[in-house]
C-alpha cells in the first residue's frame, strides 16, 4: 500500500477541533478489483513514468479495453474510527488545551501521520482476497513464474487452509472454493497462460502480465508479511526454538508493520506468531519435537510449499538489507538521508537487473524513504547538526543476526558487493 496522504486528514482534524460538537467517524471502504482497467498506466507510474494527459481519443481505448474480463468486484467496510475517541488516545487533554490562531497545535501533524497510518490499518484489515491475490503470490514466488498444473493447486489450497486457520482480521474475507476452482477462475481472465506436454500442464505468466501482478499480490502482501516471514527463517536453519523465532521475529517485524500497516501492535505477536507456528505444523510445514521447530526434508513437498510461501516478502526484506549494507559499508556521520535514499535506489536498480527482479515497487524510492524514517522513528538512526546519520550498534546486529536467518547467502554477498562498489564510488568522487 502506498503511504497515506494525510492532506484532507489534516484539515477535517482541524475542522473538529474547532467545533466538536458534531461527532466524526472515519469508515474504510476496501475496494477488491479481479483486474482493473488503468493497471499498466499504474505500473508505469510506479517505474518513474511521467503521468500523461488525458485526451479524448483515450475514450476509444477504453472502448477496446472494455472488452476484456474484468472479474468480480468485492466491496469490504473495516471497523469504523471515532475521531474523537481517537484524540483521547492520542491528546488526552486536547479538549481542554488552547489552540493557536490557525487551529494547528504543535501535536497536530504526528497526530495526523498516526491517523493516517490508523486509517490505513483498518482498511487493511478489510481486504477482500481474490483468486487473482492468490495466483499472483503463488507465482511471483517461483524463479521462472512457471507452477506445474498439480503443484499450482496444492499451493494455492494450502494458502486458503492457511488463512482460514489464522484469520487476519474479522473484515477480511477470502474466496469460496478450492485451489482447482481458483486455477480456472483465473485462467478465465487471459491473465494465465497455459503450456502442455507429455508429463501434464505447466501455468506461467509472461513478462508483461507477470508485472502486472505485482499489483493484485501487494494488495494481500501484509496478510502473507508474517507467516512468509517464519517460513523464511527455515530456509537457512533446519531447526529453531520458539525462543529464536519470536527473538528475530520482533527485530524485523516493525519494519515490516510500519511498511505494510499490518494491524498487530508488538504487544500481540508473540500470541499471533504462536497461532502460525500451530497452522504450520499442521499441514506438515514444520514439525514440533521436544521443544524444537524442525523443517521437513528439503527434497519433500512440504519444504517445497514452505521455501514458496518464504518468497512472498523476499523482496521486501532485500530492500531493508540495502539500507544497511550501505550504512554500515559507508560508517558513521558520512551520508544524509537523502543520499541514503538515491543510493538505495541506484543500488536496487542494479540487483533488479543482475537478479532478474521485475517488481516495479523493488526501486521505488518512496519506500526506502520510508524505511529509513522507521529507523529515525525507532531511534536505530540519528541526525548530527549536518543532517549526517549515525547508527546505533544494534544496526549490525541486525544485519549479520536477523538478515542471516531471512536472506540467503548469495544475495547478501551481492548486496555487500554492490554496496561495497558504491561506497568506493563515492570516495573516488570525492577525491576527484
Same mark, same amino acid.
Given at each position: 500500500?502506498?503511504?497515506?496522504?494525510? %492532506?484532507?486528514?489534516?484539515?477535517?482534524?482541524?475542522?473538529?477541533?474547532?467545533?466538536?460538537?458534531?461527532?466524526?467517524?472515519?469508515?474504510?471502504?476496501?475496494?477488491? =478489483?479481479?483486474?482493473?482497467?488503468?493497471?499498466?498506466?499504474y505500473l508505469g507510474e510506479l517505474r518513474g513514468a511521467t503521468k500523461?494527459?488525458?485526451?479524448?481519443?483515450?475514450?476509444f481505448k477504453v472502448i477496446g479495453a472494455l472488452k476484456q474480463r474484468f472479474g468480480q468486484?468485492?466491496?469490504?467496510?473495516?471497523?469504523?474510527?471515532?475521531?474523537?475517541?481517537?484524540?483521547?488516545?492520542?491528546?488526552?487533554?486536547?479538549?481542554?488545551?488552547?489552540?493557536?490562531?490557525?487551529?494547528?497545535?504543535?501535536?497536530?501533524?504526528?497526530?495526523?501521520?498516526?491517523?493516517?497510518?490508523?486509517?490505513?490499518?483498518?482498511?487493511?484489515?478489510?481486504?477482500?482476497?481474490?483468486?487473482?491475490?492468490?495466483?499472483?503470490?503463488?507465482?511471483?514466488?517461483?524463479?521462472?513464474?512457471?507452477?506445474?498444473?498439480?503443484?499450482?493447486?496444492?499451493?494455492?489450497?494450502? =494458502?486458503?487452509?492457511?488463512?482460514?486457520?489464522?484469520?487476519?482480521?474479522?473484515?477480511?474475507?477470502?474466496?469460496?472454493?478450492?485451489?482447482?476452482?481458483?486455477?480456472?477462475?483465473?485462467?478465465?481472465?487471459?491473465?494465465?497462460?497455459?503450456?502442455?506436454?507429455?508429463?501434464?500442464?505447466?501455468? =506461467?505468466?509472461?513478462?508483461?502480465?507477470?508485472?502486472?501482478?505485482?499489483?493484485?499480490?501487494?494488495? #494481500?502482501?501484509?496478510?502473507?508479511?508474517?507467516?512468509?516471514?517464519?517460513?523464511?527463517?527455515?530456509?537457512?536453519?533446519?531447526?529453531?526454538?520458539?525462543?529464536?523465532?519470536?527473538?528475530?521475529?520482533?527485530?524485523?517485524?516493525?519494519?515490516?508493520?510500519?511498511?505494510?500497516?499490518?494491524?498487530?501492535?508488538?504487544?500481540?505477536?508473540?500470541?499471533?506468531?504462536?497461532?502460525?507456528?500451530?497452522?504450520?505444523?499442521?499441514? %506438515?510445514?514444520?514439525?514440533?519435537?521436544?521443544?524444537? =521447530?524442525?523443517?521437513?526434508?528439503?527434497?519433500?513437498?512440504?519444504?517445497?510449499?514452505?521455501?514458496?510461501?518464504?518468497?512472498?516478502?523476499?523482496?521486501?526484506?532485500?530492500?531493508?538489507?540495502?539500507?544497511?549494507?550501505?550504512?554500515?559499508?559507508?560508517?558513521?556521520?558520512?551520508?544524509?538521508?537523502?543520499?541514503?535514499?538515491?543510493?538505495?535506489?541506484?543500488?536496487?536498480?542494479?540487483?533488479?537487473?543482475?537478479?532478474?527482479?521485475?517488481?516495479?515497487?523493488?526501486?521505488?524510492?518512496?519506500?526506502?524513504?520510508?524505511?529509513?524514517?522507521?529507523?529515525?522513528?525507532?531511534?536505530?538512526?540519528?541526525?548530527?547538526?549536518?543532517?549526517?546519520?549515525?547508527?546505533?550498534?544494534?544496526?549490525?546486529?541486525?544485519?549479520?543476526?536477523?538478515?542471516?536467518?531471512?536472506?540467503?547467502?548469495?544475495?547478501?554477498?551481492?548486496?555487500?558487493? #554492490?554496496?561495497?562498489?558504491?561506497?568506493?564510488?563515492?570516495?573516488?568522487?570525492?577525491?576527484?
Amino acid at each position: 500500500m502506498l503511504q497515506p496522504k494525510t %492532506g484532507m486528514l489534516a484539515i477535517t482534524l482541524r475542522s473538529f477541533l474547532r467545533n466538536s460538537r458534531m461527532p466524526i467517524v472515519f469508515v474504510p471502504v476496501y475496494i477488491g =478489483y479481479e483486474r482493473v482497467l488503468e493497471g499498466r498506466t499504474y505500473l508505469g507510474e510506479l517505474r518513474g513514468a511521467t503521468k500523461k494527459k488525458e485526451s479524448i481519443f483515450d475514450i476509444f481505448k477504453v472502448i477496446g479495453a472494455l472488452k476484456q474480463r474484468f472479474g468480480q468486484v468485492s466491496v469490504n467496510f473495516g471497523a469504523p474510527i471515532k475521531l474523537a475517541e481517537f484524540l483521547d488516545g492520542e491528546q488526552p487533554d486536547w479538549r481542554e488545551q488552547e489552540l493557536a490562531p490557525q487551529f494547528r497545535p504543535e501535536w497536530l501533524s504526528e497526530t495526523t501521520h498516526r491517523l493516517g497510518e490508523r486509517v490505513a490499518q483498518h482498511l487493511n484489515e478489510a481486504a477482500a482476497v481474490n483468486p487473482m491475490n492468490l495466483v499472483a503470490v503463488a507465482l511471483l514466488s517461483t524463479q521462472r513464474l512457471a507452477l506445474d498444473d498439480q503443484a499450482m493447486e496444492r499451493v494455492l489450497d494450502l =494458502y486458503l487452509t492457511l488463512l482460514r486457520a489464522v484469520p487476519y482480521s474479522p473484515h477480511t474475507t477470502l474466496p469460496e472454493g478450492d485451489g482447482r476452482s481458483l486455477i480456472e477462475h483465473v485462467k478465465g481472465m487471459d491473465l494465465l497462460a497455459e503450456q502442455k506436454d507429455a508429463l501434464g500442464k505447466i501455468l =506461467y505468466l509472461n513478462e508483461q502480465n507477470a508485472v502486472l501482478m505485482t499489483y493484485y499480490r501487494n494488495n #494481500v502482501l501484509h496478510i502473507f508479511a508474517l507467516p512468509s516471514l517464519l517460513a523464511s527463517f527455515f530456509q537457512s536453519s533446519s531447526r529453531m526454538t520458539r525462543d529464536q523465532i519470536l527473538r528475530y521475529t520482533r527485530a524485523l517485524y516493525p519494519f515490516l508493520q510500519s511498511e505494510l500497516f499490518i494491524r498487530w501492535p508488538l504487544s500481540e505477536l508473540d500470541e499471533v506468531v504462536d497461532q502460525w507456528l500451530a497452522a504450520f505444523v499442521e499441514q %506438515g510445514l514444520l514439525r514440533f519435537k521436544k521443544d524444537v =521447530y524442525v523443517r521437513p526434508e528439503p527434497s519433500s513437498r512440504e519444504f517445497v510449499l514452505l521455501t514458496l510461501l518464504s518468497r512472498a516478502i523476499a523482496q521486501t526484506l532485500q530492500r531493508f538489507y540495502m539500507a544497511i549494507a550501505l550504512l554500515l559499508n559507508s560508517g558513521q556521520n558520512t551520508l544524509s538521508a537523502e543520499q541514503l535514499e538515491d543510493l538505495c535506489t541506484v543500488m536496487a536498480q542494479r540487483l533488479s537487473i543482475l537478479h532478474g527482479l521485475n517488481a516495479p515497487e523493488f526501486f521505488d524510492k518512496s519506500l526506502f524513504r520510508h524505511f529509513i524514517q522507521t529507523l529515525l522513528d525507532l531511534g536505530v538512526l540519528r541526525k548530527d547538526s549536518a543532517g549526517k546519520l549515525s547508527y546505533h550498534p544494534m544496526l549490525g546486529e541486525l544485519a549479520e543476526g536477523a538478515a542471516k536467518r531471512v536472506l540467503p547467502a548469495e544475495i547478501r554477498l551481492s548486496i555487500r558487493q #554492490v554496496a561495497l562498489h558504491s561506497n568506493e564510488e563515492e570516495q573516488d568522487a570525492g577525491n576527484a
